[in-house]
């Protein structure tokens, strides 16, 4: 298997007095000392290139902490974290923040836009940090502006700007170096639903266009459900399930996953080829197949008119990947749930 | 937080139970002491000669040390030499002093002009008129020379002031250490009188402008520093973050992110620097700085009330306009120009600029009125007043001679004799009884360690005559700035009215209050007090307003709700939760006071600061500063003792 963009091991952040010796003490199976807070507790966890993981978890939970680890902007108490193999708990200043300015971009909740700058002084502002000269910048700037759709705004200061726009700015910002790993810390929550949404169509168009390792930090099981490739769930600082949206509606590991989903349409999130058994190997289903890209609901029509008890389900290149229980399908779209 | 919060309670609620029976015996031992001291030792009625320990000669020894052995005076000198010559430069510029670069002095008429145009493209026309009307005024009055004399000073030393602010604020808000070591001397400093910091400049400077315009950049230095560590902390966490990500180093963050983000407070610092600069040029007169100070007071002490008062009504359109001024730029937020804007367009200030300097500069060659400006060509309202104040003396004198014979008869000297009459241990342990009454046996021990360094400087009856006057003055502050106080927060309006009058009497240097009490009251001690108070009078009024201000509304429609009456919801709604922002305006109160006490010394008082000014001319260091430390320590322990009140105040409100 090719090397994951980032990895974890045993990742711990506890903050308090004597953190080393309070992660010593738990993971020993002790309760450790009183006044310590952990936030990140012992997380494995890996990110393949290319991949969209969707950390997920309610405020306190962790999980700013976490991304907050990935990037060593706090360094953890116990674990290691290698980007691109290169554990950077070991790196000098200097090469952390030449790894900062080669493959990282970061967006934040409340934006953290320079207010001083203009909108394209900012955008240029991780350019300017790398020491290209003014014209590149410059240049470079307008046209990833140009891709957030602000090129008429370049010359506005944050404060004059909306919060949706505020936040595109920091898109811009975070994607002008054209990081190879893109961290989200929450990019959408100060923003009202309206524009949430419009924000998050605007995030799923600019994904389409790149391909990168994407980190993106929620506390919205929605929003989670709309974006991710995989949703690591958090609690307590620990990431109680890491699966695809599909296995997490189907198969929540714990009680706690399982309030999540209970109010979510799940015919919405599961796909055709997660839900299909295997091929049966004597007697294939006969007949047109199913997509196995799409979601239960879009072929929900066509499936209350099929006949047949068994459909085969088939991929995009028209090779079958196996066979969908019509009934059991339906039950799932109905939202009959077995007992 | 709910534990710390238990435990604060748990704090507060151990010195409410154990507190009342140690404070109330000291304080009987206090009452005891006074009653008694007929039967005293003289040791415990004053401190005995023996106690008295010569601070002033070991401060001379230190000073004598750095000054000859440490090769400090080369230092000093040198630095103070760079400071003449950018008072050389900007004294050529302004009012023509025969020094390198020779080209001054520019024309009054360009002067006002800038100063109108900045004015404008701060704060549009109303401050364009203020900035160039002041100057305007200035140059019509004839008072061109002596103002740019004091104006050149704070040209040069508050850059230098904000300069070093900076630097020393970001070097307390990197390291942990340097703070803990430059705040508490921050604390000394801005309670320290303004003399005090003026012998030490005479003794390794000199007198004269230089030493003037050094004590000045000491002066201002402290809020610099103040702010800039403020400003720096408050930059949210996020947008330091950003700058990590974006690959910065820790000096482009600084530089680029941090600095940049805390501009408003670091500009609001650069506002106060500039006022205190203000204030102390005016004030250092004292040791031979020319200029407006200088001419002040010596027409004050020729009691040449008309004159005095042209130069007041300066000084005050000089600190309202830099004060304005420089607070409207921290205010200003950058805009954005609307696309497609021609460059002439985008830079019209700039060109109107120009275009009014040249033409002001034609004009100041073709008609000499408008380039240089002799007293002789001056008009003067100095009759009129003169005349208008005679009548009104003569008019009001039966009255004020009556508050006069009253106040210093029945008042002020039973009052001061009673202070003079209580041996020193009785204070000490009164002052002891307070503190353990507001903070437990910690501030009881803080209050003493303020208080018993003054007993054994020798200086304890100078102090007391020091504290009678703060007393009393702050007393008659309060009596009239808690109503007026309590009348100004009765609507919006008239808060805003009232704030705005006490805001900008702040900014006035502290000196000028003594223009109209030595026109009412001539030079005498009730001059003094009358000083002290009215500018005492200003914090009480303004934290008044606003402590009532910040109740919530919530909580007074409650009230109303449950049928109270104004005077009933004011009584007991109202006030308990405006105390603690009350005390704080007593406690700058009381600061104010003790430093105006020492400012109007110059008009024949006996307490400290007559002592300081004796020390200023025959610059003894040890003397001036052991003074001075006296009148920060009653300020400190004032300050101690009321904002740990305010802060129990504030506890049991939170419960």
New interface residues.
Partial sequence: MAQPAISCRNVWKVFGPDPAAHVAALSAGGSGAAGHVVAVRDVTLDVTRGEMLVVMGLSGSGKSTLV?CL?R?IETTAGAIDIDGVEIGSLT?ASL??L??EK???V???????????VLQNVA??LE??GMDRMARTARAREVLELVGLR?RE???P??LSGGQQQRV?IA??LA?EPDIW?LDEPFSALDPLIRREMQDEFLRLKKQMDRTIVFITHDFDEALRLADRIAIMKDGAIVQCDSPDRIVLAPASDYVAKFTAGVDRSRVVHVGTFAMPLPPDAPPEGSPLPAGATLREIARSLVADPRPTIPVADTSGRLVGALDRNAALDLVLEARPA | MTDSAATDTAVVRSTTEKGPRVWQGLLIAAVLLAVGQALLPPGLIRPPDWAILPFADWINAAFYYAQNELGLMQVTRAFAGGVEWSLDVTGNLLYGRNRWPRIGPIPWSTVAVTAGMLGYALGGWRLAALAGGTFVWIAVMGQWRWSMETFSVIVVAAPVSVFIGLCMGTLAWRSKTAERIINPILNIAQSLPHFAYMIPVVVFIGLGPKAGAVVTIIFSVPPMIRMTLLGLRKVPEEVVEAGKMSGATRWQLLTRVRLPTARTEILIGVNQVIMQCLAMVVLASFIGMPGLGQRLLQLLQALRIGPSVEIGITIVLLAVTLDRLSRAWAMRQPAHPEPGESWASRNRLWLIWAGLVAAAFGLAQLVPYFHEDERSQALSIAPPIDAGVNWFIGFVSPVTDWIRRVLVVWVLIPFRDAILWLPYTTVLAAVAALGWAVGGWRSALVCVGFILPIALSGWWDRAMITVYTVLAAVTLAGIIGFPLGIWGAGTGRRAAVVRLVCETMQTFPRFIYMIPVVMLFGVSDVAVLAAVMVFATVPIVRYTIEGLDSVPPETVEAAEMSGATRRQVLGNVRLPLAMPTILVGFNQSIMFALFMVIIAAFIGTQDLGQEMQRALSATDVGKGLVLGLAVAFLGLMADHLLMRWAERLRQAQRL
């Fill in positions: 907050r990037s902007l200043e923040i030449a900062r300015r990282m971009g970061m934040f909740q409340s934006f953290g836009l320079l207010p001083h700058r203009t502002f991780p940090m790398r008429s010359d506005y200061f404060r004059e920091g910002r975070s170096i961290f």
